[in-house]
Nanobody, 120 residues
Framework: QVQLVESGGGLVQPGGSLRLSCAASGSGFSINAMGWYRQAPGKQRELVAVSIRSGSTNYADSVKGRFNISRDNAKNTVSLQMNNLKPEDTAVYYC??????????????WGQGTQVTVSS
């Protein structure tokens, strides 16, 4: 199994910045993709940004140019730097990892979620 622990988040004014971090722990696993999703009240969970083990990244159109995802494969961590935040970025942000676990195969794992609120 893989456990994901998030940190960061909170309340910020429009135009401000926040940094989210996530660390994966467990044993006998290898992470293929690691990234962030978010879910606003009354809306479906959506992809924000993802980092593939090869180094490629993908962003939601709504955050391109404002958010940056970075990953440390050796430490099994991923971070999301969020700049120029907007009220519509308000949501619960979830860390996500697609990992191969010894004897279990490929599965998707989720963090507990961290609240990001953008408001004046």
């Amino acid at each position: 199994q893989v456990q994901l622990v998030e940190s960061g988040g909170g309340l910020v004014q429009p135009g401000g910045s926040l940094r989210l971090s996530c660390a994966a722990s467990g044993s006998g696993f290898s992470i293929n993709a690691m990234g962030w999703y978010r879910q606003a009240p009354g809306k479906q969970r959506e992809l924000v940004a993802v980092s593939i083990r090869s180094g490629s990244t993908n962003y939601a159109d709504s955050v391109k140019g404002r958010f940056n995802i970075s990953r440390d494969n050796a430490k099994n961590t991923v971070s999301l730097q969020m700049n120029n935040l907007k009220p519509e970025d308000t949501a619960v942000y979830y860390c996500n990892a697609d990992a191969v676990v010894y004897r279990l195969g490929l599965s998707r794992y989720w963090g507990q979620g961290t609240q990001v609120t953008v408001s004046s």
